[in-house]
């Protein structure tokens, strides 16, 4: 019982990061990929661009101990997440390219699960595939608490450095 207090505890001072108090704004990055349209096609290559640039980004900001940190890494990257995205684009067929940008944007509540973030002004990687006005994907790259689900499907699940780092600890597999 002591231990499950304590994994909590530690879940619960990870988070706090992104709590938005009194307008601060918030310690977190958030990487929003926009589709080109709401069509299925556009749809699913939108989940192709977010396995590539997740699966570029994950092993950069795995040192990362802040949000500049990891504002850092993403702004020295712009240009090949860029091309990481048209690659997918121009593997596909799709006659449309990306653009890619680190901004500050406001975004309505959302909760996922048992994590929420509320609305606010957030930093985020920014892609737009074409006109980038279907839907979009989004999760919070720092700190890292979506990965890339293995089946392609949108769902993701959410992680915890704090709590690998426990379970590496004391010898623990996932």
């Not at 601060?24 to 096609?41: F, G, L, P, W, Y």
């Not at 860029?82 to 593997?91: A, C, E, M, Q």
């Not at 944007?105 to 595939?129: H, N, W």
Request: glycine share 4%.
């Amino acid at each position: 019982m002591k231990k499950i207090v304590i994994v909590t505890l530690l879940l619960m001072i990870s988070l706090s990061g992104c709590v938005d108090t009194k307008n601060r704004k918030q310690d977190c990055v958030r990487i929003h990929i926009r589709a080109n349209s709401n069509s299925e096609i556009d749809q699913s290559v939108k989940l192709d661009v977010r396995d590539a640039v997740v699966n570029y980004l994950t092993p950069l900001l795995s040192d990362c101990r802040s949000s500049d940190d990891a504002k850092e890494v993403i702004r020295n990257n712009l240009c090949a997440l860029k091309k990481t995205s048209d690659d997918v684009l121009l593997d596909k067929g799709f006659p449309y390219r990306a653009t890619v940008r680190l901004s500050s944007e406001k975004f309505p509540y959302r909760k996922y699960d048992d994590v929420s973030f509320p609305a606010g002004v957030y930093d985020a990687l920014i892609v737009e595939l074409g006109e980038g006005t279907g839907n979009n994907w989004w999760c919070v790259c720092f700190p890292p608490l979506c990965f890339v689900p293995d089946d392609g499907s949108e769902n993701f699940r959410y992680k915890s450095k704090i709590v690998e780092i426990i379970k590496k600890f004391r010898g623990e597999d996932e």
